[in-house]
């Protein structure tokens, strides 16, 4: 009877050790799915504020353009010469034979045809001149000028035009590596968190497109900047396992290997 009772009771603590087990495994699962939520929020917290500041910074930019035209135009108008007046002279007192009629209608004349009297024709108002604006890049020059300023270290003036890239020519065959050097000019800036969601977005509209590896090796790189190890390595290996020959591949091994992954 005794050791009935002994079996039951181990049966008991196995079972209730079980539970336990299996409870503090689904609470990891819950605690590392909060974390992934938290992380996710705040880098769309992110992302919200650096599109409301490129609104902002670009409405300014089109009001400043409007009035430097303002400028410019009243500039022109105001740069032509008036049209020459030749002011009338009394008639001279050493011609007493022309009658006083004549006289006048001469003066009338010269007032309406200044040229008549001497002759010579007046000279015409010089023309305006024409100010000629410099044609700015459309299309790969666009997208040529913006990789070119990111990879000078010039990242926000770069960043400007290929979002201009992106708006005027969202059909391009370069629009996944336009995003791209989009999210290496915030790595550059040092926005860790900001390059992610960029790099990020090339990998999820474009898991194909070669930009995809080059996007996963910069996502392990900038967790590893914030010190988040597990990140780094969970990023690194998806790149293997999806691109295993692609460029990146042999920095991403040994960056895992650095990291003991």
């Avoid at 201009?164 to 999210?183: K, M, Q």
């Avoid at 090796?217 to 290996?237: F, H, S």
């Avoid at 295993?244 to 591949?249: G, I, L, T, V």
């Amino acid at each position: 009877m005794r050791s009935k009772s002994f079996v039951v009771t181990a049966l008991l603590v196995l079972a209730l050790s079980g539970c336990a087990g299996k409870m503090d495994a689904q609470r990891g699962l819950s605690e590392e799915w909060r974390l992934r939520s938290l992380e996710e929020n705040f880098l769309n917290f992110k992302e919200n504020q650096r599109e409301s500041e490129e609104r902002a910074r670009d409405s300014q930019r089109k009001l400043l353009e409007r009035v430097r035209a303002l400028e410019e135009s009243v500039a022109q108008l105001q740069g032509q010469p008036a049209a020459p007046v030749k002011p009338l002279s009394a008639a001279p007192a050493a011609r007493p034979s022309v009658p006083a009629p004549e006289v006048a209608e001469a003066l009338a004349e010269a007032a309406a045809a200044p040229g008549k009297m001497t002759g010579v024709a007046p000279a015409p108002a010089p023309a305006p001149k024409a100010v000629v604006a410099p044609v700015p890049p459309t299309g790969k020059g666009l997208y040529d000028q913006g990789m070119n300023l990111v990879r000078a270290e010039k990242s926000e003036e770069g960043r400007k035009i290929l979002q201009e890239f992106l708006r005027t020519d969202p059909g391009s065959a370069l629009v996944p590596n336009a995003i791209y050097w989009i999210g290496e000019s915030h790595f550059v800036d040092k926005n860790y968190a900001q390059a992610i969601l960029t790099f990020k977005d090339v990998t999820r509209r474009f898991p194909k497109h070669h930009k995809a590896a080059a996007a996963l090796l910069k996502i392990a790189m900038c967790y590893k900047q914030m010190g988040e190890k597990d990140n780094a390595t969970l990023y690194l290996r998806a790149l293997l396992r999806e691109h295993p020959k692609s460029e990146p591949a042999p920095a991403a091994r040994k960056m895992l290997a650095e990291l003991g992954g």
